[in-house]
Structure formats: C-alpha cells, structure tokens
C-alpha cells in the first residue's frame, strides 16, 4: 500500500487514481466541505489553541495532533486521527460534547473515499472554511 509514501500526493496526481482535478475539486467543494462547515468548523477553527484541529484552511488542518498522528493523511483513512475521531462518534466526551456533532455513516463514508483518494484540498477562497448551521442543526 502506498500508506507511509510521503509522495504520494505528487503520484496520484500522475497516476495511481482515477479523476481528475477538477472532479476532486468538485467532491471536495460538494461533499467535504459542506459537512466539515456545518458539523466540524464551528469548533474547530483556530479558536482551540494548536496544535487542536483547525479546519479553516488546508495549511492549518493538515497537521498533526499532540500525539504526533496526522489529522488528516492523504491515502490513509486509518491513520487519520479526523476518522478515527468521527468514527468515535458521539462517545469522546472531550471531542464530542455534543451528540448532535455525530455524523451519519454515509457522511463517515465520504470523508474515508475523500481521504483514500489523496484529501484533495483547494487553496485559496474555495478551500477556506467556515461555520455555517447545518439544516438538521439549526
Ligand atoms: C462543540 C465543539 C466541537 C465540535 C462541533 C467538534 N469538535 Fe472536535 N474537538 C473539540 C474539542 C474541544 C477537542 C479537544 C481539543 C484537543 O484535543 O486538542 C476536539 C478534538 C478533536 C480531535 C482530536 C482529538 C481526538 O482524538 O478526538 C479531532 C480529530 C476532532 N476533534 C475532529 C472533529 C471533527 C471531524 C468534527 C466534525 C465532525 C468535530 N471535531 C466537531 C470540539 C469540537
């Protein structure tokens, strides 16, 4: 597996994945994103001091925790502390103090396939994010 490559990123962008650019910035724009902002962001935006989440930018998620584990690591799900959180569920008092932060399996899912195919993430206005109230979270 390609799990510990640290070029893996440059790679994929050759030819280990299907889909190009375009359609990663639309699964992201799409998919990762709106959940991130309407269940993750109004936490997890530089509020919490580092090296806490920060899911504003790319540059600030694409971290590692205080244990060392990257939050996010492209082609890894498993060894994305940001999966293995949300896949805690509602059960991590100090991650999630609030049930109603729990995402569905679907939304778990997505953010696995997102993950496993590289974490494409865009600089710039589209790849900034920030709070925003979910429909079932008013
Ligand atoms: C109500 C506020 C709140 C929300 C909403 C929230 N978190 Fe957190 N989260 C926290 C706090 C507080 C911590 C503890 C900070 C730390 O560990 O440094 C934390 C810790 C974490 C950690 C690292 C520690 C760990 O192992 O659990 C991850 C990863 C994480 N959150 C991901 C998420 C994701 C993904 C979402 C959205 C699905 C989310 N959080 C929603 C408050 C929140």
């Known amino acids: 597996m390609l799990r510990t490559f640290p070029l893996f990123f440059l790679l994929a962008a050759c030819a280990a994945i299907p889909g190009t650019q375009a359609e990663r910035e639309r699964y992201f724009l799409n998919e990762v994103k709106p959940v991130l902002q309407q269940h993750c962001v109004a936490c997890h935006n530089g509020t919490l001091p580092p090296p806490a989440l920060n899911l504003s930018s790319k540059a600030t998620a694409f971290t590692r925790s205080a244990s060392g584990?990257?939050?996010?690591?492209?082609?890894?799900p498993d060894c994305?502390?940001?999966?293995?959180?949300?896949?805690?569920?509602?059960?991590?008092?100090?991650?999630?103090?609030r049930t109603d932060v729990?995402?569905?399996e679907d939304q778990i899912g997505m953010l696995r396939e997102w993950i496993e195919d590289g974490a494409y993430w865009p600089e710039g206005e589209k790849g900034t994010l920030k709070p925003q109230k979910s429909v079932e979270n008013p």
């Open 69 to 76: 584990r990257d939050y996010i690591l492209p082609g890894d």
């Open 80 to 97: 994305s502390l940001l999966i293995s959180a949300v896949q805690r569920g509602g059960t991590h008092p100090k991650m999630m103090p």
């Open 102 to 104: 729990s995402l569905t």
